[in-house]
């Protein structure tokens, strides 16, 4: 079975951009959630997706969007780059209910220049 | 509000010897534990969970123990091994029926030969 796959891997932008960063999870997952982490910080949740819709958001500012398709498939966007939102951006998959684990994507590293 | 906490940064011991790694949370409606287990730029990778009606989940070298009075929880490693070297995570469900981890912030363990 296939994990979660994260692309690009490596990122680097200039401030003002935008970035798109995609995730597919695990065949048959339908949740799939965003987290960002920067270095001596742990995970920040950003936001949660299920079946389409957004079930879950964290503290970050509207730049911050994301939107699930119907394959399930993630994507998450950054829109006016800071040098602040240089960070590893990592996706997870898991089954609809709670108790079970959620499987990580390896991540993108996103640096902002 | 940090609801889920790992107060010790770093953790360093001998090979062979046991480590203990340890994590407190404020929110006693957590019902589900994991940990997890993280390489620099790479995603997390699930090392073992447990439910509140247990106080002990064991899988290999790893055991995971529960106190639910003390809101309390740590992760055993018998016998370290140097490979086990990385930053793990304690993390808990937001809630039922989500995919949002509220996640510690880490502690890095180092494993000496």
């Known amino acids: 079975k296939a994990g979660v796959t994260q692309t690009p891997r490596y990122l680097i932008k200039t401030r003002g951009q935008q970035v798109t960063l995609s995730c597919s999870p695990i065949?048959?997952?339908?949740?799939v959630s965003w987290y960002q982490q920067t270095p001596g910080q742990g995970l920040q949740f950003l936001f949660e997706?299920?079946?389409?819709?957004?079930?879950n958001k964290g503290n970050f500012p509207g730049r911050f969007s994301g939107r699930q398709f119907s394959n399930s498939r993630s994507e998450m966007n950054v829109s006016t780059l800071e040098l602040g939102d240089s960070a590893l951006y990592l996706c997870?998959?898991?089954?609809?209910?709670?108790?079970?684990?959620?499987?990580f994507g390896q991540g993108t590293r996103l640096t902002v220049v | 509000d940090q609801q889920v906490k790992q107060n010790s940064p770093s953790l360093s011991v001998q090979e062979g010897r046991i480590s203990i790694l340890n994590c407190d949370y404020t929110?006693?409606?957590?019902?589900?534990f994991l940990w997890y287990k993280k390489y620099p730029a790479e995603g997390p990778t699930f090392l073992i969970s447990?439910?509140?009606?247990?106080d002990k989940n064991e899988d290999g070298r790893f055991t995971v123990f529960l106190n639910k009075s003390a809101k309390h929880l740590s992760l055993h490693i018998v016998p370290s091994q140097p490979g086990d070297s990385a930053v793990y995570f304690c993390?808990?469900?937001?809630?039922?029926?989500?995919?949002?981890?509220?996640f510690g912030q880490g502690t890095t363990l180092q494993v000496k030969p």
């Open positions: 997870a998959s898991s089954s609809p209910w709670g108790d079970t684990e959620a499987f």
């Open positions: 065949s048959g997952h339908r949740s």
């Open positions: 997706y299920f079946s389409e819709t957004q079930r």
């Open positions: 929110n006693s409606m957590f019902d589900y």
């Open positions: 447990i439910s509140s009606i247990k």
């Open positions: 993390a808990a469900p937001a809630s039922s029926n989500t995919g949002k981890l509220i």
